[in-house]
């Protein structure tokens, strides 16, 4: 099953020496998600993967 969802990319400045043009990037997921996949607080590494269209987010092994 596919599930989508619309979300909206969480922007931030970054602080300490970086360029006053540096900025980060972060996306939230569901928490559903998360657990489905076997992210918790302990155990949060993931692997990612980009094609130059899309991002795949996938629990690192």
């Known amino acids: 099953m596919t599930e989508k969802r619309k979300a909206n990319m969480i922007i931030g400045k970054c602080g300490g020496n970086s360029s006053k043009n540096a900025y980060n990037c972060k996306v939230s997921i569901p ?5 489905q996949i ?6 949060k590494s993931l692997s990612l993967e980009f094609n130059g ?5 996938k629990k690192a092994l």
């Open 31 to 35: 928490k559903l998600w998360a657990d």
């Open 38 to 43: 076997g992210i918790s607080p302990d155990n």
């Open 53 to 57: 269209e899309s991002i795949i987010i």
